[in-house]
Nanobody, 117 residues
């Protein structure tokens, strides 16, 4: 069975850094395109970073240069290192397989990130 467990969220001051992690199981991470998503209060969930099966990455403009997505195919984890955090980065952060993002039962619980003074 596929499992996605996000962790590492918390309260951080503007300009600070935080790393969130996604522990995966039940599928070959090395052959799977993975995304990090966030859902801000009152807004739709949005894709913010992707790491493809070959290792290439892609970021949405709002996080480009500040966030880094990476994976460890031995530990089966996908991390998102966040720096220069802004209040608008506040939200619930999720990881998911890109090909399953349209399936409502594919999502984990996410981890909450709050950026505030």
């Amino acid at each position: 069975q596929v499992q996605l467990v996000e962790s590492g969220g918390g309260l951080v001051q503007p300009g600070g850094s935080l790393r969130v992690s996604c522990a995966t199981s039940g599928f070959p991470l090395s052959r799977t395109a993975m995304g990090w998503y966030r859902q801000a209060p009152g807004k739709e969930r949005e894709l913010i970073a992707t790491i493809y099966s070959g290792g290439a990455t892609n970021y949405t403009n709002s996080v480009f240069g500040r966030f880094t997505i990476s994976r460890d195919t031995i530990k089966n984890t996908v991390d998102l290192q966040m720096t220069g955090l802004k209040p608008e980065d506040t939200g619930t952060y999720y990881c998911n397989r890109r090909v399953y993002e349209d399936f409502t039962d594919s999502w984990g619980k996410g981890t909450q990130v709050t950026v505030a003074s």
